[in-house]
């Protein structure tokens, strides 16, 4: 089975704090991707990489950047958290083309 | 651009009722189209893709080009098809993946 790993199920942090949050995927897959999920906005893509060192924008990267050193490991950091990225965070990878894998998510509040 | 609408946010039906979650979609070209399930404390995992055509825990969509449209039906809806539902459009040449605003669908007994 495809594991998709968060390394923080819930965080708390204030306002201004950098936060990184971590996933790593045992499946070598190409592409990974960070979603953030809203009530009533679904699933929006922040950021995707499809290789090592490779990254594109999704819909909603202000505020985001992502770090992709190696294969297997995907960061989503906030350089200065504000309220409003309070959020559930779904990291998800896939081959190319393939059915998207995600973790359990990492639900961050913002004070 | 490429848009994905799933214009209820809630839908309820009773046990043994057919069960229709209604998505749209926009798109230049040709797309694929696929659905997504959350059940409760569990991860998001994929229900079906249009390109395969099976039906999957009763589960089937038509992919409409005419009417941009990729509804999930299910003739008998069961309690334990309760979940969110997401549906999901891929441009034929990418691999990023567009989902809608999602269904919260409850089946009572």
């Known amino acids: 089975d495809v594991k998709v790993t968060q390394s923080s199920r819930y965080l708390v942090k204030r306002t201004g704090e950098k936060v990184f949050l971590e996933c790593v995927q045992d499946?070598?897959?190409?592409?990974m991707f960070w979603y953030r999920q809203d009530p009533g906005l679904g699933l929006r893509l922040i950021y995707f990489s499809y290789d090592v060192k490779m990254k594109e924008k999704g819909d909603i990267p202000e505020g985001y950047s992502v770090s992709r050193e190696k294969k297997e490991r995907f960061s989503l950091i906030l350089e200065s958290a504000s309220t409003n990225q309070t959020s559930m965070y779904l990291c998800?990878?896939?081959?190319?083309?393939?059915?998207?894998?995600f973790g359990e998510g990492s639900r961050l509040t913002v004070l | 651009a490429q848009r994905v609408t799933q214009p209820e946010k809630l839908l309820s039906v009773f046990k043994g009722a057919p069960v229709e979650l209604k998505c749209n979609y926009s798109y230049s070209g040709s797309p694929e189209l696929f659905w997504y399930v959350q059940y409760s404390r569990q991860r998001l995992q994929l229900l079906l893709r249009h390109i395969s055509r099976e039906s999957i825990k009763g589960f089937t969509a038509d992919l409409n080009k005419g009417e941009t449209s990729f509804h999930l039906k299910k003739p008998f809806a069961q309690e334990e098809d309760s979940a969110m539902y997401y549906c999901?459009?891929?441009?034929?040449?990418?691999?990023?993946?567009?989902f809608g605003e999602g269904t919260q669908l409850t089946v009572n007994p």
């Open positions: 499946m070598d897959h190409e592409n």
């Open positions: 998800a990878s896939s081959l190319f083309a393939g059915e998207l894998f």
């Open positions: 999901a459009l891929r441009s034929a040449s990418g691999s990023r993946l567009t």
